[in-house]
């Protein structure tokens, strides 16, 4: 497996954890379906995941999922408040229009909400816009700025004080070093690679 | 839907036949299914029995759950894949999504489609003959409603010995058949694909089915809807063909494919209220030749079905509708079609899944309006393949 594979089957297993067997779960930016698959297959999931393009649509329900195809805050308003068990945002939350609001929303379909992105604090990522003075480019983010889907990079710092702000309760939260595999607990936002978060109302 | 006039011209004598090309089910013939039984329909009324007029592509497996049931939308009839004789020009409706290794794909499964009750192109319906009068029932015919349709088509499944559907497939007023018998048989479907679709027809929509009715019956060779064969309102139905066909295409197409080029000869200054511009030409072709193969009575019934369908004023709400569905639903939407638009075709997937059921919605961007079901699009070929191809539990790999 490819570094970048292996990192994303971590973030995998750290959601299988979280997620309780037989949960309804909504996976918001679901790509091609692999978290999904995967919660179905090892947590027997019934899931549903969103995403904006048809050939991703495609590949999950080649794959037997349900997936739907549009705007994700729009989608989740046709649901009641708790219709889910969890509801996961994995490494969508940096590329949002209104990240306060896509959140506030998933807590109020869902009972818990997974949020996982990569730590833009972590010092690896400070010292390559020191010394480089270039878009972050890594294993993770291949692409040129001219390549990429507009994002808001941030930090766990940011994202502790987002939760302050809001009045959001954190009821676990995972920190993990460059190699996204052992835990960072101190200075993590200096020292994590990836975080994530279990969030509750 | 549409009668395309552009067709491609006959192979010489060297090339293959048409029917014979790789990925053609070849040559197909028409069958009857004659339900002898009484069968009453959802308004109560009741008929001393039905004929339906089908074709089947493919073969019933030995545990008879290979079936997949094409439904046809408004216009549509059986014949949706094949050719009838090596001489047609034009295949079955649906020719380039059925067949051998197609998407729908006649190797695995045995692919049904049959004219729908209140028909006119073999099935029982206004045009056929009344036992207690010997003439056509005409207006006397029971009102159809999807329900009806589908309840026939079962009968039919029956007739044929299947077991279950792998999955059952339409557009349009075929979608709505799709959804209401994922309804009506829940056990006996697995899979819905409901495409360009509504759970409830708008008023637009019955607007504009209303403007039909009206060009038919105001049309004085209607005379209540009592008319010999091959008679009755042809004008009246051919501006009801020319102003619904404007509904299943797109002021992007339109303006594609005629822009505002004048017919050959066309008076250059225009001034005259004969046939000038490209399209105008284009509306009374399809006029025309829908008169050629569609009864007037036909179509108020089946129009009227359309305008009676709504599923959440039937069951309900939605949710009350689609409770006992068992199938996995696969809806998809395209962008420009402004007579089902993506809207009320995503209302479908929110209340299957609001219900709990396993659903899907795909959006494809197309600027060829409500017809874009019809449309040759590898992207749709693949979805359409990977949704009937699901049957084996996936297999885990970690490609994003």
Same mark, same amino acid.
């Given at each position: 497996m490819s570094p970048q594979v292996e990192k994303r089957t971590v973030d995998m297993q750290i959601i299988g954890e979280w997620v309780e067997p037989g949960a309804k779960v909504l996976d918001l930016g679901c790509g091609r379906g692999a978290l999904l698959d995967y919660l179905v297959q090892t947590k027997d999931v019934?899931?549903?995941?969103?995403?904006?393009?048809?050939?991703?649509?495609?590949?999950?329900?080649?794959? &037997?999922?349900?997936?739907?195809? &549009? /705007?994700?805050?729009?989608f989740m308003r046709e649901f009641p408040d708790r219709h889910f068990d969890r509801v996961i945002c994995s490494r969508t939350v940096q590329e949002l229009d209104d990240p306060t609001a896509v959140i506030l929303e998933a807590l109020r379909v869902g009972r818990a909400v997974t949020v996982g992105f990569v730590n833009h604090g972590f010092w690896k990522n400070r010292v390559d816009a020191l010394l480089r003075g270039r878009k972050v480019r890594n294993e993770v983010y291949t692409t040129e700025w001219f390549e990429s889907r507009p994002a808001n990079p941030l930090t766990i710092a940011d994202f502790e004080n987002f939760c302050a702000v809001k009045g959001i309760r954190v009821a676990r939260r995972v920190h993990l070093s460059g190699n996204w595999r052992t835990p960072r607990v101190v200075l993590p936002n200096l020292l994590a690679g990836y975080a994530l978060y279990d969030l509750t109302k | 839907m549409t009668d395309e006039i552009d067709t491609p011209p006959a192979p010489g004598p060297a090339a293959?036949?048409?029917?014979?090309?790789?990925?053609e089910v070849g040559l197909v013939?028409?069958?009857?299914?004659?339900?002898?039984?009484?069968?009453?329909?959802?308004?109560?009324?009741?008929?001393?029995?039905?004929t339906l007029r089908y074709e089947t592509y493919g073969t019933l497996g030995v545990t008879r759950d290979?079936?997949?049931?094409?439904?046809?939308?408004?216009?549509?009839?059986?014949?949706?894949?094949?050719?009838?004789t090596p001489e047609d020009r034009k295949p079955g409706w649906w020719n380039n999504l059925i067949g051998p290794g197609k998407?729908? /794909?006649?190797?695995r499964f045995f692919v049904v489609c049959a004219n729908v009750l209140g028909g006119c192109q073999g099935s029982t319906g206004p045009t056929s003959l009344d036992p207690a009068t010997g003439r056509p029932y005409g207006v006397a015919f029971p009102f159809v409603t999807i329900h009806d349709m589908v309840h026939a088509q079962k009968l039919l499944l029956n007739h044929l010995g299947v077991a279950s559907l792998h999955a059952v497939i339409g557009g349009s007023m075929g979608g709505m058949q799709a959804l209401q018998f994922s309804i009506s048989y829940p056990a006996f479907t697995r899979r819905v694909l409901a495409m360009a679709t509504t759970s409830r027809e708008g008023a637009q929509a019955i607007?504009?089915?209303?403007?039909?009715?009206?060009?038919?019956m105001q049309d004085r060779d209607w005379n209540n809807g009592d008319y010999p064969k091959g008679g009755g309102p042809r004008t009246g139905l051919a501006i009801a063909r020319m102003m619904a066909h404007i509904t299943y295409v797109s002021d992007a197409s339109m303006d594609r494919k005629f822009g505002r080029r004048k017919k050959d000869g066309a008076n250059g200054n225009g001034y005259t209220f004969g046939t000038q511009f490209e399209v105008e030409g284009y509306l009374r072709h399809q006029g025309q030749a829908f008169i050629n193969r569609f009864d007037a009575n036909s179509y108020l019934y089946i129009t009227r079905a359309l305008d009676h369908f709504d599923l959440a004023q039937a069951y309900g709400s939605l949710e009350a509708a689609f409770a006992a569905v068992q199938a996995e639903t696969l809806v998809v939407g395209f962008t420009s079609d402004w007579?089902?638009?993506?809207?009320?075709?995503?209302?479908i997937a929110h209340a299957?899944?609001?219900?709990?059921?396993?659903?899907?919605?795909?959006?494809?961007?197309?600027?060829?309006?409500? /017809?874009?079901?019809?449309?040759?699009?590898?992207?749709?070929?693949?979805?359409?393949?990977?949704?009937?191809?699901?049957? /084996?539990?996936?297999?885990?790999?970690?490609?994003?």
């Open positions: 019934s899931a549903v995941g969103v995403d904006l393009s048809f050939s991703r649509i495609t590949a999950c329900v080649t794959r &037997g999922l349900s997936a739907y195809q &549009g /705007d994700m805050h729009a | 293959t036949p048409r029917h014979l090309a790789p990925g013939t028409p069958r009857d299914f004659v339900h002898p039984e009484p069968f009453r329909f959802s308004s109560g009324q009741t008929l001393p029995g039905f290979n079936a997949v049931l094409i439904c046809h939308a408004l216009s549509g009839d059986h014949h949706c894949a094949g050719h009838h998407a729908v /794909d006649t190797n607007a504009f089915n209303e403007v039909g009715r009206q060009a038919i007579l089902f638009p993506p809207e009320q075709n995503r209302t299957l899944l609001r219900a709990g059921k396993r659903a899907s919605y795909a959006e494809l961007t197309t600027d060829l309006g409500h /017809d874009s079901f019809l449309l040759e699009s590898e992207e749709l070929y693949n979805l359409v393949r990977g949704f009937l191809d699901r049957s /084996d539990p996936p297999v885990f790999d970690f490609s994003i």
